[in-house]
């Protein structure tokens, strides 16, 4: 069974901590899979950082740790999440340790509702350069928090979970958003992109959009959930099943 060898590593978007993972975690959980959940030092820092470098670093020591264990991993980013976890699993997938005689690696991206990047562009820049219009940034452009969340990240979650997830928001570095990427996973992993339909933080036809025409080419698979922004917590079931597919679950 897959998920006895597989490991879950999941990387949140901006202003999230990862454990707002947790229903998805438990169920991968209790179907064999291990999961690590890893937190970004850009969200809520003492002190805001320049570039994603600490978040790939974060990110590259969690991968390394699963492979030093022999795990083969399928590494899941959200939102602007899957930027710095593509960045991080450079020299690290299956294929390439395989080829070195090493076990262990990234068998498989996952994006959840997440932006497709390609080298030498940044999150900001991939998209004309200017910042989404519910950011609300910092006089010194190193801060940027969501406006109006309730509607741009949970709009279709239940009231009283959407008044906890937003308590639990945490400042963003903004300039980590403007970080050139310089590795494109997923021209060089099997990946799968999960479609959210009733998404209004990145609208479906911006993420049909970076699968068809920024990543032309390259064979992502596609899995649909008809969720908003947080599938993990409106449609956790489904969610899971998306991830175990992507994962050769059920192949």
């Known amino acids: 069974m897959a998920a006895k060898t597989t490991s879950i590593l999941y990387v949140p978007g901006a202003w999230h901590k990862a454990s707002t993972f947790n229903p998805v975690a438990t169920l991968l959980e209790e179907a064999g899979y291990r999961v690590d959940l890893i937190d970004l030092p850009s969200v809520g820092p003492a002190k805001h950082l320049p570039n994603f470098d600490a978040d790939v670093e974060v990110i590259r020591s969690h991968i390394q740790k699963a492979c030093d264990a022999g795990r083969e991993i399928v590494l899941i980013g959200h939102s602007y999440g899957s930027i710095p976890a593509s960045e991080a699993a450079k020299g690290l997938d299956l294929s390439s ?47 940027v928090n969501p406006d109006t969340p309730e509607k741009i990240f949970y709009n279709d979650v239940a009231d009283n979970t959407t008044e906890e997830m937003i308590r639990a928001l945490r400042p963003q570095s903004y300039q980590v958003m ?37 990543a032309k080419g390259y064979p992502i698979n596609t899995d649909t959930v008809d969720a908003g922004h947080s599938p993990f917590l409106s449609k956790p079931k489904e969610t899971a099943e998306a991830i175990r597919r992507a994962a050769g679950e059920y192949s």
């Open 97 to 143: 340790r395989q080829k070195e005689g090493k076990a262990g690696g990234v068998k498989h991206l996952v994006f959840c509702c997440a932006f497709i990047v390609d080298e030498g562009h940044s999150l900001i820049g991939a998209f004309g350069g200017s910042p989404l219009p519910w950011f609300k940034i910092s006089e010194d452009q190193l801060e």
């Open 178 to 214: 403007h970080t050139p990427v310089t590795y494109a996973a997923w021209k060089h992993i099997p990946s799968t992109y999960i479609y959210t339909t009733q998404d209004a933080a990145i609208p479906l036809q911006i993420q049909q959009m970076m699968v068809e025409t920024v």
